[in-house]
T-cell receptor, first 110, second 116 residues
Framework: SQQGEEDPQALSIQEGENATMNCSYKTSINNLQWYRQNSGRGLVHLILIRSNEREKHSGRLRVTLDTSKKSSSLLITASRAADTASYFCATDGGAQKLVFGQGTRLTINP | GAVVSQHPSRVICKSGTSVKIECRSL??????MFWYRQFPKQSLMLMAT?????????EQGVEKDKFLINHASLTLSTLTVTSAHPEDSSFYIC????????????FGQGTRLTVV
């Protein structure tokens, strides 16, 4: 079952701008992960944030986690055309299985 | 990083036939693999958890006899779509997680199944 909801469902911005995507979930989690998917391809792991962490950075990515609100955000700074893809959050509540959000389709216009 | 290889990447089959999709972890042992299904512009729906040496655990609503999963070794899981119908056409993706929690999941490239 899918428990995550992401917004926006689609986002189109100009190259160089920042892109922010949000994810909400319903149950308790051990960690939350963000993945990227290019059209028709598998998923690539971007970043993992544990339930006791509030913010994490990786290159141009910044992820926040608010467990009290059961929400997370992914910020991509200084976007590039190559960042065009779908982005999914996934929650890990145990038993090793990930439950994915609905995803945000990000388009970066050159 | 770890690599998961999924084969074939695309397959077209006739209604009523069966199709087997393979998922291999190339440089780590995966006691557990996962099979997902994805419709166009939608999220990944977990179908089943594949456990090495034991029966797969299916999510609610997934037909066990329709989607046969075999996890014969620590590096190979297979999904067989039996008696395929056009509505089974979809994108199927496998993933595996290396030992250690928390850990990222590694995904295969996916298989585009078209049933005609």
């Amino acid at each position: 079952s899918q428990q995550g909801e992401e917004d926006p469902q689609a986002l189109s911005i100009q190259e160089g701008e920042n892109a922010t995507m949000n994810c909400s979930y319903k149950t308790s989690i051990n960690n939350l992960q963000w993945y990227r998917q290019n059209s028709g391809r598998g998923l690539v792991h971007l970043i993992l944030i544990r339930s006791n962490e509030r913010e994490k950075h990786s290159g141009r990515l910044r992820v926040t986690l608010d467990t009290s609100k059961k929400s997370s955000s992914l910020l991509i700074t200084a976007s590039r055309a190559a960042d065009t893809a779908s982005y999914f959050c996934a929650t890990d509540g145990g038993a090793q299985k990930l439950v994915f959000g609905q995803g945000t389709r990000l388009t970066i216009n050159p | 990083g770890a690599v998961v290889s999924q084969h074939p990447s695309r397959v077209i089959c006739k209604s009523g036939t069966s199709v087997k999709i393979e998922c291999r972890s190339l440089d780590f042992q995966a006691t557990t693999m996962f099979w997902y299904r994805q419709f166009p512009k939608q999220s990944l729906m977990l179908m089943a958890t594949s456990n090495e040496g034991s029966k797969a655990t299916y999510e609610q609503g997934v037909e066990k006899d329709k989607f046969l999963i075999n996890h014969a070794s620590l590096t190979l899981s297979t999904l067989t779509v039996t008696s395929a119908h056009p509505e089974d056409s979809s994108f199927y993706i496998c993933s595996a997680r290396d030992l250690g929690v928390p850990s990222e999941a590694f995904f295969g490239q996916g298989t585009r199944l078209t049933v005609v």
